[in-house]
Each structure stands twice: as structure tokens, then as C-alpha cells.
T-cell receptor
Framework: AQKITQTQPGMFVQEKEAVTLDCTYDTSDQSYGLFWYKQPSSGEMIFLIYQGSYDEQNATEGRYSLNFQKARKSANLVISASQLGDSAMYFCAMREGRDNAGKSTFGDGTTLTVKP | DAGVIQSPRHEVTEMGQEVTLRCKPISGHNSLFWYRQTMMRGLELLIYFNNNVPIDDSGMPEDRFSAKMPNASFSTLKIQPSEPRDSAVYFC?????????????FGNGTRLTVT
């Protein structure tokens, strides 16, 4: 069974609008971390935002925020005020276990295109 | 602060040849991961090390693949013999285990083409 599911292969958003990229996960661990990474066309992987399973508040980093719904096992990324440079592939990832030495499992990614 | 350094950036080789990919993690990081990215299979974890010790190599496709981490600042991924289906982008990433919020820091990847 897939541990991380990103159901949107591709998304379009108008410049300056907000967009939500979906991510659901599956784990039986109580302690885990959720990460979002951005991969522009140049190929590098860039860390965006982190949400811990015990965090009570939704994570925010600048224009990025995470809509964390633990009971529904979802961790959607919200990008506000989209910019052309936000066009990229976005990956949701999960790391299980409190000791943080564990592997990260990635979803298949969502390709976001920002239209001018 | 230098990031994760991978070499070479591009490698083109013929089927049957040995390929060695290299990685220098960020200084102070004690976990190192090798991932492979293809269109068909996405990002797959091949192997990861913690404190230079291989912890999980269940993602290594077959015996043709091997990885070593002789010290905290260097790791290699070797494919011998290489096959066309090994063509992919191989990423090395490092993180600091023991810090809950420590993300993966990726290198720029090695694009491997096996003809």
C-alpha cells in the first residue's frame, strides 16, 4: 500500500492566486514527520516546510503553509500569492519514528504550473 | 556552508561497465541516503546509513548495486555491471538524525545514462 498519496498529477494556478496541493498519508506510528519539497525544472530538491505529528499548530513558512488534519491523515500544502517561479514539481514525504533516523517515503509528486 | 556534493553531475556509459557515484554529505550530518528518480517509479530510496552504518538496503534493486560509507564525509554507490534500465537521476541526501525537524538536504544529483 502506498504510504504517501498525491492525487493531483498536475495543477494550474493563476499568478497571485492561492493553490492547495493535496497529500494523504498512511502510518500506524504515533510519531512521524511530514515534509514538502520543491523540484524545479533544473532538478534540485528544495525543502519547503515541516509538520510534526505532535505539532498543535499548522506549520507556516513565508508563503507556504500546511493544512494538517491528523484524523484524516492529510497534510496539504497551501501556496499563497503564487509566483511564476513557483512552477515546479512538489513532493510530499513522510518520515516515521521518533528517533528521526528513519527513511523518508515520497509521494509521486504534483506538477504545478503558474500562469501569468 | 557547502551543501551535499555529488559527482559526477552526468555520466554516460555503456552497458556492462562499472559506474561509481560519489557523495559528500553536509558536515555534521550523520544520516545519508541514496535515492533514485525515474519517470516511471518516482523517487525510490535505495539505501540509507546512520553514523556510517548501513541501516536499510531493502531498496537496492539487486546485487549489481552496492554502497559504502567509509567515513562520515564520503559515500559511494556502485553499479557493476550497469544496464540500460539503471538510467536515472541518482540523488544523495543527508540529514541530522536526533533533530526531529531536520529535513533531507539533497545534492544536485547524478544523471546516469547507460547505453
Amino acid at each position: 500500500a502506498q504510504k504517501i498519496t498525491q492525487t493531483q498529477p498536475g495543477m494550474f494556478v493563476q499568478e497571485k492566486e492561492a493553490v492547495t496541493l493535496d497529500c494523504t498519508y498512511d502510518t500506524s506510528d504515533q510519531s512521524y514527520g511530514l515534509f514538502w519539497y520543491k523540484q524545479p525544472s533544473s532538478g534540485e530538491m528544495i525543502f519547503l516546510i515541516y509538520q510534526g505529528s505532535y505539532d498543535e499548530q499548522n506549520a507556516t513558512e513565508g508563503r507556504y503553509s500546511l493544512n494538517f488534519q491528523k484524523a484524516r491523515k492529510s497534510a496539504n500544502l497551501v501556496i499563497s500569492a503564487s509566483q511564476l517561479g513557483d512552477s515546479a514539481m512538489y513532493f510530499c514525504a513522510m518520515r516515521e519514528g521518533r528517533d528521526n533516523a528513519g527513511k523518508s517515503t515520497f509521494g509521486d509528486g504534483t506538477t504545478l504550473t503558474v500562469k501569468p | 556552508d557547502a551543501g551535499v556534493i555529488q559527482s559526477p553531475r552526468h555520466e554516460v556509459t555503456e552497458m556492462g561497465q562499472e559506474v561509481t557515484l560519489r557523495c559528500k554529505p553536509i558536515s555534521g550530518h550523520n544520516s545519508l541516503f541514496w535515492y533514485r528518480q525515474t519517470m516511471m517509479r518516482g523517487l525510490e530510496l535505495l539505501i540509507y546509513f546512520n553514523n556510517n552504518v548501513p541501516i536499510d538496503d531493502s531498496g537496492m534493486p539487486e546485487d549489481r548495486f552496492s554502497a559504502k560509507m567509509p567515513n562520515a564525509s564520503f559515500s559511494t554507490l556502485k553499479i557493476q555491471p550497469s544496464e540500460p534500465r539503471d538510467s536515472a537521476v541518482y540523488f544523495c541526501a543527508s540529514s541530522f538524525s536526533g533533530r526531529e525537524r531536520s529535513p533531507l538536504h539533497f545534492g544536485n544529483g547524478t544523471r546516469l545514462t547507460v547505453t
